[in-house]
């Protein structure tokens, strides 16, 4: 089994920045990737952005791409998502995910795990 913890999300204006957290924990999943997804009120979860454990190889929506970095800190098992230059529709809850299958993530928004989720709201 593995536990997934976001934090981070919050309220922020049109052009602010925010940082998500998420906390892995549970069986060995170094071989996994890691990724972040987002539902907004009615409509269906989608991709945001992923990174492998092992090699830190990145990939993300083109709907984020320049605005959004996401990392990783293996000591502390932990990945982050930069958010810069939010948009109001960003607006939506923001889930941590751990798969062993990256291209189901990128492609699918699949995972084998999810975290709780954390809130995003951007104000225009």
């Given at each position: 089994?593995?536990?997934?913890?976001?934090?981070?999300?919050?309220?922020?204006?049109?052009?602010?920045?925010?940082?998500?957290?998420?906390?892995?924990?549970g069986?060995?999943?170094?071989?996994?990737?890691?990724?972040?997804?987002?539902?907004?009120?009615?409509?269906?979860?989608?991709?945001?952005?992923?990174?492998?454990?092992?090699?830190?190889?990145?990939?993300?929506?083109?709907?984020?791409?320049?605005?959004?970095?996401?990392?990783?800190?293996?000591?502390?098992?932990?990945?982050?998502?930069?958010?810069?230059?939010?948009?109001?529709?960003?607006?939506?809850?923001?889930?941590?995910?751990t798969?062993?299958?990256?291209?189901?993530?990128?492609l699918?928004?699949?995972?084998?795990?999810?975290?709780?989720?954390?809130?995003?709201?951007?104000?225009?």
């Amino acid at each position: 089994q593995v536990q997934l913890v976001e934090s981070g999300g919050g309220l922020v204006q049109a052009g602010g920045s925010l940082r998500l957290s998420c906390v892995v924990s549970g069986r060995t999943f170094s071989r996994n990737a890691m990724g972040w997804f987002r539902q907004a009120p009615g409509k269906a979860r989608e991709f945001v952005a992923a990174i492998t454990w092992i090699g830190g190889s990145t990939y993300y929506a083109d709907s984020v791409k320049g605005r959004f970095t996401i990392s990783r800190d293996s000591a502390e098992n932990t990945v982050y998502l930069q958010m810069t230059s939010l948009k109001p529709e960003d607006t939506a809850v923001y889930y941590c995910g751990t798969s062993s299958n990256i291209a189901s993530m990128t492609l699918f928004s699949l995972s084998d795990y999810w975290g709780q989720g954390t809130q995003v709201t951007v104000s225009s």
